[in-house]
C-alpha cells in the first residue's frame, strides 16, 4: 500500500524534531568490494562488506530553546547521539527506525525572503535497526509503571536487541526518570527478565543501548519506569528494535 508522507516523526536524542522538519532521509548500505575471478565465466563477482547507516534531515529554523532545532544541532554537534524515525506517526507499535550517529554537519540560513531553513547530516555508528516504538512521545508520566508488550520475537545468536530513549521534557524538583527494557516468553509478563537499564535522567537527553550478541529466547518485551523527586513530570520517547 502506497503512503503519503503528511506526519514523519523524527527524534534527535532529547529534540523533537517533527513540528521543524519537512523532509527526512534515512539510509541503510553494505559497501561492495570486488571478488571477481577466472571462474566466475566473465562475470563481475562481488561481496558486501562494511555497512553504514544515515540520517538526512532539513526543515525551518528555530531557536531560543534546548527543544528547539538550532539550540538542539549546536549541543549535538560532532557527537553521536539516538536517532529515532517514524514514517507515520509515534504510537506505541508504530514502525520505527532507529540508530545511533554522528551529527556530522549542520547548515541554516537562504535568501532574502525565505522561510529560513536549516538542514543537518548524521552518519551512523550503529547498523540502522527496524523497530517499533514501545513508548510514545506524547504521555506525560508522573509516577514508576510499565507499558504496553510488543511481541518482537526471539532475539536469534548473533544478533542484538536494540533501544533508543529520548528524554523530551523534564519538570519538577530533582526529577529523576529510570527506563529500563523487559522482556518475557508471553505477553502476560509473569516473570520479566531486565534485558536494559539506561542511566537515571535528570534533563532532556537521549541514550542508547543493545544487548550483546547472546540468543534471547523470550518474544515479549516491555518498558518499564522509575520517576522520583518533588511533582516530577516526564515526555519520553523509546524505540525497540532487533538486528
Same mark, same amino acid.
Given at each position: 500500500?502506497?503512503?503519503?508522507?503528511?506526519?514523519?516523526?523524527?527524534?534527535?536524542?532529547?529534540?523533537?524534531?517533527?513540528?521543524?522538519?519537512?523532509?527526512?532521509?534515512?539510509?541503510?548500505?553494505?559497501?561492495?568490494?570486488?571478488?571477481?575471478?577466472?571462474?566466475?565465466?566473465?562475470?563481475? !563477482?562481488?561481496?558486501?562488506?562494511?555497512?553504514?547507516?544515515?540520517?538526512?534531515?532539513?526543515?525551518?529554523?528555530?531557536? !531560543?530553546?534546548?527543544?528547539l532545532v538550532d539550540d538542539a544541532a549546536w549541543a549535538q554537534l560532532g557527537g553521536v547521539w539516538p536517532w529515532t524515525v517514524c514514517?507515520?506517526?509515534?504510537?506505541?507499535?508504530?514502525?520505527?527506525?532507529?540508530?545511533?550517529?554522528?551529527?556530522?554537519?549542520?547548515?541554516?540560513?537562504?535568501?532574502?525572503?525565505?522561510?529560513?531553513?536549516?538542514?543537518?547530516?548524521?552518519?551512523?555508528?550503529?547498523?540502522?535497526?527496524? !523497530?517499533?516504538?514501545?513508548?510514545?512521545?506524547?504521555?506525560?508520566?508522573?509516577?514508576?509503571?510499565?507499558?504496553?508488550?510488543?511481541?518482537?520475537?526471539?532475539?536469534?545468536?548473533?544478533?542484538?536487541?536494540?533501544?533508543?530513549?529520548?528524554?523530551?521534557?523534564?519538570?519538577?524538583?530533582?526529577?529523576?526518570?529510570?527506563?529500563?527494557?523487559?522482556?518475557?516468553?508471553?505477553?502476560?509478563?509473569?516473570?520479566?527478565?531486565?534485558?536494559?537499564?539506561?542511566?537515571?535522567?535528570?534533563?532532556?537527553?537521549?541514550?542508547?543501548?543493545?544487548?550483546?550478541?547472546?540468543?534471547?529466547?523470550?518474544?515479549?518485551?516491555?518498558?518499564?519506569?522509575?520517576?522520583?523527586?518533588?511533582?516530577?513530570?516526564?515526555?519520553?520517547?523509546?524505540?525497540?528494535?532487533?538486528?
Amino acid at each position: 500500500m502506497s503512503m503519503i508522507l503528511t506526519n514523519v516523526r523524527a527524534f534527535a536524542s532529547g529534540a523533537d524534531l517533527t513540528g521543524a522538519s519537512n523532509k527526512i532521509e534515512i539510509a541503510a548500505e553494505v559497501e561492495e568490494k570486488d571478488a571477481t575471478t577466472y571462474g566466475s565465466s566473465g562475470w563481475k !563477482g562481488v561481496v558486501g562488506s562494511l555497512g553504514s547507516a544515515g540520517i538526512e534531515a532539513e526543515g525551518y529554523w528555530e531557536a !531560543g530553546d534546548p527543544s528547539l532545532v538550532d539550540d538542539a544541532a549546536w549541543a549535538q554537534l560532532g557527537g553521536v547521539w539516538p536517532w529515532t524515525v517514524c514514517p507515520d506517526t509515534a504510537e506505541v507499535g508504530s514502525l520505527a527506525y532507529l540508530t545511533r550517529a554522528l551529527r556530522s554537519n549542520y547548515k541554516l540560513g537562504g535568501a532574502v525572503g525565505d522561510v529560513a531553513p536549516w538542514s543537518s547530516t548524521s552518519k551512523g555508528s550503529w547498523p540502522l535497526v527496524r !523497530g517499533q516504538i514501545a513508548h510514545p512521545p506524547g504521555q506525560a508520566r508522573t509516577a514508576n509503571g510499565t507499558g504496553t508488550v510488543l511481541n518482537l520475537g526471539a532475539v536469534p545468536a548473533g544478533q542484538r536487541l536494540y533501544a533508543a530513549l529520548h528524554v523530551l521534557s523534564v519538570a519538577g524538583t530533582t526529577p529523576s526518570l529510570t527506563v529500563s527494557v523487559e522482556s518475557d516468553d508471553s505477553a502476560g509478563m509473569g516473570s520479566p527478565t531486565t534485558r536494559l537499564s539506561f542511566a537515571a535522567a535528570t534533563a532532556a537527553g537521549g541514550q542508547a543501548l543493545h544487548t550483546d550478541a547472546a540468543a534471547i529466547t523470550d518474544t515479549h518485551y516491555r518498558v518499564a519506569w522509575t520517576v522520583s523527586g518533588t511533582t516530577p513530570s516526564f515526555m519520553f520517547a523509546l524505540s525497540l528494535g532487533i538486528r
